[in-house]
């Protein structure tokens, strides 16, 4: 099992809609989450970190489920520059020298 | 100049070539890492410094050859590629404290052609 999978798309969505990603993780004991935003030929970049309480930011909703594993990336009223590639990024315990990469969802927002 | 910078941007290079990747960080942090991202594939770690000590090596190739002189600077020294070399090369930086990652900054990346 990978161990962080995320359903690597596309999602085609029009402008104004909502859309959601999901992510599992596979090491119960990971300690830090985070979701990542990479464009076309560029390097990744931090979007937000995820918290179990749950946070936002702006458009941006992200959720940490512990028991379930499982982490995702809620966008509202997607817009034209959303159109990207998302990754989800977990910190195993004990490896806190390294982040663990998904291999990303690509969103399209199209007009 | 703040944040990660990594030179040269583009890099093709002959399978017999020497040449060798710099990337510096601006931001304090105290560990770096070198990734690998070749297309449609996810981030592949290479290496991991802390404090300027190697602390991981991800089965890497030993034509790959990293080197860190001081916190702040990171170099990938390449030898002898392979075409399925070709890739994009990210250098990252991140703070550690208290066994947590606070998260990575990335610099732009070199992308690296083997002829």
């Known amino acids: 099992r990978k161990e962080v999978e995320q359903d690597p798309g596309p999602f085609n969505v029009p402008e104004g809609a909502t859309v959601a990603f999901n992510c599992t993780y596979s090491?119960?004991?990971?300690?830090?989450f985070f979701w990542y935003r990479q464009d076309c030929r560029k390097e990744p970049k931090l979007l937000m970190s995820?918290?179990?309480s749950g946070n936002e930011d702006g458009r941006f909703t992200a959720q940490l489920n512990r028991a379930s594993q499982y982490i995702s990336l809620l966008i509202r009223d997607s817009k034209l520059s959303d159109s990207a590639t998302y990754l989800c990024?977990?910190?195993?315990?004990?490896?806190?020298?390294?982040?663990?990469f998904g291999a990303g969802t690509r969103l399209a927002v199209h007009p | 100049e703040t944040g990660v910078t990594q030179t040269p941007r583009h890099l093709v290079m002959g399978m017999t070539n020497k040449k060798s990747l710099k990337c510096e960080q601006h931001?304090?942090?105290?560990?770096m890492y070198w990734y690998k991202q070749s297309a449609k594939k996810p981030l592949e770690l290479m290496f991991v410094?802390?404090?300027?000590?190697?602390?991981e090596n991800n089965s890497v190739p030993s034509r790959f050859s990293p080197e860190c002189p001081n916190s702040s600077h990171l170099f990938l020294h390449l030898h002898t590629l392979q075409p399925e070399d070709s890739a994009l090369y990210l250098c990252?930086?991140?703070?550690?404290?208290?066994?947590?990652?606070?998260?990575?900054?990335f610099g732009s990346g070199t992308r690296l052609t083997v002829v």
């Open positions: 990252a930086s991140s703070q550690v404290r208290g066994g947590a990652n606070y998260g990575y900054t």
């Open positions: 090491n119960s004991a990971s300690q830090s």
């Open positions: 995820v918290y179990s």
């Open positions: 990024v977990v910190n195993p315990l004990g490896g806190y020298n390294k982040l663990i």
């Open positions: 931001l304090g942090h105290n560990a």
């Open positions: 410094y802390s404090l300027e000590e190697r602390v």
